[in-house]
């Protein structure tokens, strides 16, 4: 298995646009988060799937942001007109269904909002 | 209002000797607590976790405690290497009647000088 995937590593838009990032989990984990991350902070929490129901979203999740895990396997994240303020990193994470162990993160995708 | 807390940015510590990172959190309703390693332009990585029913969990270099009557946890790195050299996160979680998502501190910045 090679961890959780993320793409595109890094995305560059000019405000007002609409981006899309993919998260492909480890196959076996039914769990999917979707946390982001500014300089400075620690990761919030966004969403989280538990196969391919939404079970939770943060109030940090705007009516711009649409998150969706088709079938409960990799999972996309939408943001709508974009904005500076969303300029951060995304980070996905999976796990198995009682996540004390640990999730395991991607490598995140960094967006920068022009 | 921040539930976890790590009040130092930065710690430098000489290769060889002891490094502790500490955390406090506020929400009594944690009962899961975790260590998270960042190296840059890398999702965090799962070091450990602890269990509110304990007080230690150890795991060859590294240990946590948790004293729940001072809603305090650290965790201790011994002997310190070079590859340590990273940013912690401090995380923490609610098996019942909490938010899914785990919860970060903003993180400590550990340093092994050699």
């Known amino acids: 298995d090679t961890g959780v995937s993320q793409n595109p590593r890094h995305k560059i838009t000019k405000r007002g646009q609409n981006v899309t990032f993919r998260c492909d989990p480890i196959?076996?984990?039914?769990?999917l988060y979707w946390y982001r991350q500014t300089l400075g902070q620690g990761p919030e929490f966004l969403t989280y799937f538990q196969n391919e129901a939404q079970l939770e979203k943060s109030r940090l999740l705007s009516d711009r942001f649409s998150a969706e895990r088709p079938k409960g396997s990799f999972s996309t994240l939408e943001i709508q007109r974009t904005e500076q303020g969303d300029s951060a990193m995304y980070l996905c994470?999976?796990?198995?269904?009682?996540?004390?162990?640990?999730?395991?993160f991607g490598s995140g995708t960094r967006l920068t909002v022009v | 209002d921040q539930q976890v807390k790590q009040n130092s940015p930065s710690l430098s510590v000489q290769e060889g000797r002891i490094s502790i990172l500490n955390c406090d959190y506020t929400n009594s309703m944690f009962d899961y607590f975790l260590w998270y390693k960042k190296y840059p332009a890398e999702g965090p990585t799962f070091l450990i976790s602890?269990?509110?029913?304990?007080d230690k969990n150890e795991d060859g270099r590294f240990t946590v405690f948790l004293n729940k009557s001072a809603k305090h946890l650290s965790l201790h790195i011994v002997p310190s290497q070079p590859g340590d050299s990273a940013v912690y996160f401090c995380a923490s979680y609610a098996y019942e009647g909490g938010a899914d998502g785990l919860t970060f501190g903003k993180g400590t910045h550990l340093i092994i000088q050699p």
């Open positions: 602890i269990s509110s029913i304990k």
């Open positions: 994470a999976s796990s198995l269904a009682v996540p004390n162990y640990g999730y395991t």
């Open positions: 196959s076996e984990h039914n769990r």
